[in-house]
C-alpha cells in the first residue's frame, strides 16, 4: 500500500468514529512504523479515541521520550502528537 494512503487510512481511523476496539491494535502496532506519517496518524486517531486507547498509552509514551527522535520536523511532531495523545 502506497504510504500516503496508509497513513490517511490511520487519520480517517480516528475521525470516523470507528470500532475502537477493531481500530486499536492497528493503531498501535502503526506507532511502531518507519514512516513519520504513519506514526503521527496513528498516535493522532488514538488521542481522538480517549480512554478508549488506554491501552496504547505504553506505546505512545514511548513515542514522547525526547531520545527517541533525531530532531527532524517531521519526528518532532510525532513526538508532539504522541504527547497530546497521552
Known sequence: ???R???NA???MGEIDANAASCIPTLIQALGDSDNWTRL???RALGRFRTNAQVALSALKQL???STFLG???EFQV???AR???
Open 1 to 3: 500500500m502506497d504510504l
Open 5 to 7: 494512503a496508509r497513513a
Open 10 to 12: 490511520l487519520w480517517a
Open 41 to 43: 496518524s496513528a498516535a
Open 64 to 66: 514522547t521520550n525526547v
Open 72 to 74: 527532524s520536523a517531521m
Open 79 to 81: 513526538f508532539l502528537q
Open 84 to 86: 497530546s495523545a497521552v
